[in-house]
């Protein structure tokens, strides 16, 4: 299953990685259907359950982002679909910072919740992960 490490790569995508080398990447892996886009200085690369973050500057892998049908998971137990509440049970506290949940413990990981769709009244410990990202940390 492949794996999320917090601050340095999910599954074989590591943070820091060329954009030559991502795109290599994706051939040795089949992988046709991905775009690219322009944001800013960044230019944003999406793939099925993926998106990639390059820097415009020096080519590199700053953010990487995994979504709806990406099965892996971190720290064995954490993935799409998991609850905020599974998050602090498996990785201890978390804050929110600019709409995303970031561990304390685990710098370089995010994730973005979505809604329960049981509640009538939103419970964070029950949102549901909808991405995972991780990222270099300031």
């Known amino acids: ?39 800013h ?20 892998v700053t953010q990487i982002t995994v979504s709806a049908g990406f099965q892996g998971k971190f720290l064995d137990t954490v993935g799409i679909g998991s609850t905020l509440g599974e998050v602090k049970e498996t990785a201890g506290e978390y804050y929110e910072e600019l709409d995303v949940f970031k561990l304390k413990d685990y710098p370089g990981i995010c994730f973005e919740v979505g809604d329960s769709g049981t509640d009538t009244c939103w419970d964070e410990t029950n949102a549901p992960v909808e991405d995972i990202s991780v990222y270099f940390e300031d």
């Open 1 to 39: 299953m492949p794996e999320i490490i917090a601050g340095k790569r999910i599954s074989s995508f590591e943070l820091g990685m060329h954009l030559e080398a991502l795109i290599e990447k994706f051939e040795d892996m089949g992988i046709e259907n991905f775009e690219r886009r322009k944001l």
């Open 41 to 60: 200085s960044t230019t944003l690369i999406t793939a099925p359950s993926y998106m990639f973050w390059i820097d415009d500057d020096s080519k590199q």
